[in-house]
């Protein structure tokens, strides 16, 4: 098999290629069920994969449901994503002893694969390797976990309620970034549609023995992912929208999300691609040892704007209009692209129900009732 081929695997071909790339030194992370949700956890085998789960997701809404068939992959974003292997919410920098030398935290390398990874979180991790892995200073512990990663994506067939990856071009399919993509069809026949990427991918898997395709087989599977990206369950308006929130700022509208944000900062912990983090450092009681930890940061915190004399946005206004505005603004001029991919997360676990694309529509109502 070689990059550009097309195959067929059963469901004991799923649990085989978890196998395959075990033997080869993988750590395979992958979805699995815990704590009422689908999460994103270490492999043991694909027999903890979420066969016959599903979810229903809304602004604020999360619950896992049982499917009448044995889908493994049709279910949308869960409460995790896969920054948290590449960028960990917390880590340790350094140690300091008595001697006050400090010993750098030493990492041991780990060859990760992911399984299922869905259009949205390839164009969130890809971003991530432009803003972490890129310019003049990469971050060298980021390099060093993506470096080697092999990438199983799952092309969506079944939209959640909160996607809306074709508004920001990244879903529903894969496109590129991924070593095999799969194509679940779990009807009478479970069956996957294996696409493969790299010759890493066309090794891995030959191992697992796949079947060659039928030709009415390959046609259903592309047919499945082009039909989901008309059933979206939201969608960004379509206005320039870097320009929309770089001429908003004074609009009236900001004070109503306001009066409804709680400043928790649960969006940008579970987006893909926020990427902050500050440091604190820790000792121990008798004062002879020291940590540094970097951990993950958020815009939404009061501290986070915080220079000498205090901080500067001391309001859930400014703060959320902060995080917008860089998201889906000035993410542009400083990384080249947008930085949201549609996967709805930060829709989905907002406590208050904050749905960021209809909070853009009424941006862009007011603006055009500002201008006209």
């Known amino acids: 098999m070689e990059p550009g081929d097309t195959a067929v695997i059963d469901r004991s071909g799923l649990d085989r290629l978890v196998e395959v790339l075990r033997a080869r030194g993988y750590r395979v992370i992958g979805p699995r069920v815990r ?13 903890e994969l979420p066969d016959g789960w599903g979810v229903e997701t809304a602004p604020g809404y999360y619950r896992l449901r049982r499917r009448e068939d044995g889908a493994v992959f049709a279910h949308s974003a869960g409460p995790g994503s896969w920054k948290q292997f590449l960028h960990p919410s917390r880590r340790r920098v350094l140690a300091v002893g008595p001697d006050l030398e400090p010993e750098p935290a030493v990492e041991a390398p780990v060859r990760s694969a992911f399984l299922g990874v869905r259009g949205c979180d390839l164009a969130a991790i890809a971003i991530l390797r432009r803003v ?9 512990g980021f390099t060093e976990r993506s470096g080697g990663l092999f990438v199983v994506a799952a092309n969506c067939t079944e939209p959640g309620g909160v996607c809306f990856c074709t508004s920001m071009g990244t879903g529903p399919g894969a496109t590129d970034g991924y070593d095999l993509a799969l194509t679940e069809h779990a009807g009478a026949e479970h069956r996957f549609v294996v696409d493969v990427g790299t010759e890493e991918g066309a090794a891995v898997l030959a191992e697992v023995g796949p079947c060659p395709p039928a030709e009415s087989e390959v046609a ?37 999300v306001a009066a409804r944000c709680l400043t928790c900062g649960n969006c940008t912990m579970v ?9 604190e450092d820790v000792t121990d009681l008798t004062g002879d040892h020291a940590e540094r930890w970097e951990r993950w940061a958020s815009c939404f915190e009061l501290d986070f704007s915080y220079m000498h004399g205090g901080s500067v946005r001391r309001t859930g206004e400014s703060r959320y209009r902060q995080w917008l505005s860089h998201k889906l603004g000035t993410w542009h001029d400083q990384f080249g692209s947008s930085g949201c991919v549609g996967c709805g997360r930060c829709i989905d676990w907002c406590p208050a ?12 109502e007011e603006a055009s009732g500002a201008g006209s």
């Open 353 to 364: 129900g904050i749905d960021l694309t209809a909070e853009l529509a009424r941006l862009a």
């Open 271 to 279: 987006c893909p691609t926020c990427f902050c983090t500050t440091t």
């Open 132 to 140: 972490l892995g890129g310019g003049t200073y990469p971050d060298t």
């Open 220 to 256: 259903h599977a592309r047919e499945s992912v082009s039909a989901a990206a008309g059933r979206m369950g939201r969608s960004m308006p379509e206005v320039d929208i870097p320009g929309l929130v770089r001429g908003s700022r004074d609009l009236p509208h900001w004070e109503d």
């Open 35 to 47: 704590e009422n949700a689908v999460v994103l956890d270490e492999l043991a085998s694909g027999a």
